[in-house]
């Protein structure tokens, strides 16, 4: 079930927040509103294979009994090995539905051989629910999470509005108010708070970023199948940068919003990324749950920064190729994952050279530095999107060939659409800013946190403004298309 889907929006949504704040009783609510999320999620990924929803409950009991294991072991050594046993068979089940013919593929160019584990159809979600119940796992190890609730663990990992892709949960995070839905809050406000970030989310999903795939599809269908006009390769690298922007965050903040409306908070994925004045900004800004998952389960472990400038260097190398592998069973995705791995390991050797760089920001300096990130991040996508690296290859080359007659040649109004939408992710404020105090999050150190001249405010201006939004994008979902984050 797709978030913009009519199905979800005119159906699933309404009865699910009907039960939840009108129909549960008043003895025990917290208890009758937990399992009233869990049947609704259930549904949720049902309505998309009720075998692999399964499969999905037989992980989530394997993990909360071996989480309880690790609670009650007291022998070091016997927890290292049931951690590592837990990680492993994760892991293994994710490399058996992502991998196994990716290996097998690659084992047969490289031996002649005919392998095949045959179709293996990828569970919906697998990617983002593996990792969060790594770190649960490894939360109990380090005595920093426990659950003794199967219930409260059970809706920790199927909880739909962060269950498809992210943002990437913490036990720590969402625990305790799994366990008190309800309990002390002001409804009404969250319902208020909540609705208005997931039409915004809705919003960036349909109106904006669904009308650029065109321009996209069309640039990179051309590399695949040939030459591609360097006019046309600007125009689709673009559109799709914008578009994975909007469609990633606009789905991360309908998760964020819908969390909201059953007064869970959820963590956010998004802080304005296009912004960003140098790469390591960038990943501090962008998919801000899996940077950090990243960083403090693989990055760290791996030694850090802790061990010489070559081994940080590594680390940085490793952490992102892994990253990259993580988003899809591709070699364009692991040499992704290596150029920003790369990019990284020169803006810290740039920091080292040049410690005056990170002083007070003149205006015009950070405008260049955003745009050069921008460009950098961009040409990144291109690896990203591409079906194969001979396509990635085409089109990185047609766009080094651009000039004025091939922008001349391109629709004026493709030029004013991609133009437009490219000064809204520089210029304009970001969900979070624009909501300010009333969903209080942590704000990046070179951000405001609120919105000086473009503030939300509980008044019926705002509620008639966001009807009107709502009644668009429901009218432009009759056409909805997955979200991008849904394939990984």
């Given amino acids: 079930m797709v978030f913009s889907s009519h199905l979800f929006l005119l159906v699933f949504l309404p009865l699910t927040l009907l039960g939840y704040h009108l129909l549960v009783p008043s003895t025990d609510a917290a208890v009758w509103r937990r399992r009233l999320l869990i049947l609704a999620s259930m549904v949720f990924y049902g309505a998309w294979s009720w075998t692999y929803l399964a499969l999905l409950v037989a992980t989530i009991a394997a993990n909360f009994a071996l989480g309880r294991m690790l609670l009650r072991q007291s022998d070091l050594s016997r927890r290292r090995w049931m951690l590592a046993l837990g990680i492993a068979a994760n892991l293994g089940l994710l490399g058996y539905f992502k991998y196994a013919n990716f290996l097998l593929d690659n084992a047969n160019v490289l031996f002649g051989t005919a392998w095949s584990a045959g179709t293996i159809i990828l569970p919906l979600a697998i990617s983002f629910h593996t990792f969060q119940q790594i770190a649960f796992l490894v939360g109990v190890y380090r005595r920093e999470d426990a659950e003794s609730s199967f219930e409260s663990y059970l809706l920790f990992v199927l909880f739909f509005p962060q269950l498809i892709a992210g943002p990437i949960v913490r036990h720590t995070e969402v625990g305790a108010q799994l366990r008190r839905l309800g309990e002390g809050r002001d409804r009404a406000l969250d319902l208020s708070v909540g609705s208005a970030i997931f039409v915004v989310g809705l919003a960036k999903k349909t109106l904006l970023a669904d009308p650029l795939a065109a321009y996209a599809n069309t640039a990179f269908a051309a590399a695949q199948s040939g030459a591609v006009d360097p006019g046309v390769a600007w125009l689709g690298a673009l559109a799709y940068t914008l578009q994975l922007y909007f469609d990633f965050s606009g789905y991360s903040e309908m998760a964020v919003g819908l969390g909201r409306m059953f007064g869970v908070h959820l963590p956010l994925n998004f802080w304005s990324p296009y912004q960003a004045g140098n790469i390591t900004e960038f990943w501090r800004r962008w998919h801000m749950t899996l940077s950090r998952f990243l960083r403090d389960y693989l990055y760290i472990p791996l030694g850090g920064n802790r061990h010489g400038a070559a081994r940080t260097y590594g680390n940085l190398l490793a952490t992102m190729a892994l990253g990259g592998l993580w988003h899809g069973a591709a070699w364009n995705f692991v040499l992704w994952g290596i150029f920003h791995g790369l990019l ?98 942590e704000a990046p150190a070179t951000s405001r946190s609120q919105s000086r001249y473009l503030a939300w405010a509980l008044d019926w201006r705002w509620a008639l403004a966001l009807a009107v939004l709502a009644a668009w994008t429901v009218l432009a979902a009759h056409r909805y298309t997955e979200f991008l984050y849904f394939q990984f």
């Fill in 344 to 441: 990284l390991a020169l803006h810290r050797l740039w920091r080292g050279l040049m410690p005056t760089a990170a002083g007070p920001r003149h205006p015009a300096k950070h405008g260049l530095a955003v745009l050069f990130t921008f460009l950098l991040v961009t040409l990144g996508w291109v690896l990203f999107r591409a079906a194969d690296l001979a396509s990635a290859g085409r089109l990185l080359v047609a766009m080094g060939q651009l000039s004025l007659g091939h922008l001349g040649a391109l629709d004026p109004m493709a030029l004013v659409h991609v133009g437009a939408l490219l000064l809204v992710v520089w210029l304009l404020p970001n969900t979070w800013q624009w909501i300010g105090r009333h969903h209080e999050v």
